[in-house]
């Protein structure tokens, strides 16, 4: 058997593997205060979870790419120590005299096992024998059925002045089996919904 045939044959089941494994993080539902107008431009960022360095993760990259924007954010670990509930009280005392406008909340909403199905590729019928023993090194052949585990994810965004819900998005990753990956869809996901919002940027 060619082995360049051989070669492309794995390069591409293994570049299926990766798109596959890559997460894939969207958004399921979305609310906003129509009363509330006005553009945030320094905001206190909290990722709500018992581990402190994926918070310290998370917050930090959220951080990074507001900066992108040209908008301020704390992340909340620098005023607010990882042992601490996270409750309105401790959140409002950390915040006093930083003169932050906004509060923006993180956290997991639910975790369930979902089963998918891929289905096979088309092939097209008319192909002769040699056809289509060469085209089948260039696609997958059979459906499969693969567990996922979702992640539902909700962010609120809170007006420090009136402590009102100003905007709030519930999104849901299709597979949390890389977190890091997960993170950065989560981020780009948001800030990209809020400046298309106009609740941030220029």
């Known amino acids: 058997m060619n082995k360049s045939i051989l070669i492309k044959a794995a390069t591409l089941a293994l570049t299926v593997l990766v798109i596959a494994g890559c997460a894939n993080t969207k958004p399921i539902g979305e609310w906003s205060n ?3 107008s006005g553009n945030l431009n320094n905001i206190l960022i909290i990722g709500v979870t018992s ?3 994926r918070r310290q993760v998370f917050e930090a990259k959220f951080v990074e790419g507001l900066a992108a924007l040209k908008v301020k954010a704390t992340p909340s670990y620098e005023l607010i120590e990882s042992s601490l509930y996270l409750s309105r009280a401790v959140v409002e ?3 006093k005299g930083q003169d932050i406008e906004a509060v923006l909340v993180t956290r997991i909403a639910g975790v369930k096992e979902k089963e998918v199905y891929r289905a096979p590729d088309n092939q097209d019928e008319n192909l002769s024998y040699f056809s289509y023993y060469d085209k089948s090194f260039h696609q ?3 459906g499969y059925t693969a567990q996922y585990r979702t992640v539902a994810l909700e962010t609120n965004l809170y007006d420090t002045e009136s402590g ?5 998005m519930q999104s849901e990753t299709m597979d949390a089996s890389q977190p890091r990956q997960v993170i950065e869809d989560q981020i780009e996901l948001t800030i990209n919904t809020l400046a298309k919002r106009g609740l941030i940027g220029e």
């Open 164 to 168: 009102d819900l100003v905007w709030s």
């Open 93 to 95: 005392n950390a915040i």
């Open 140 to 142: 997958a052949n059979d």
């Open 34 to 36: 129509k009363s509330f």
């Open 51 to 53: 581990r402190s360095d």
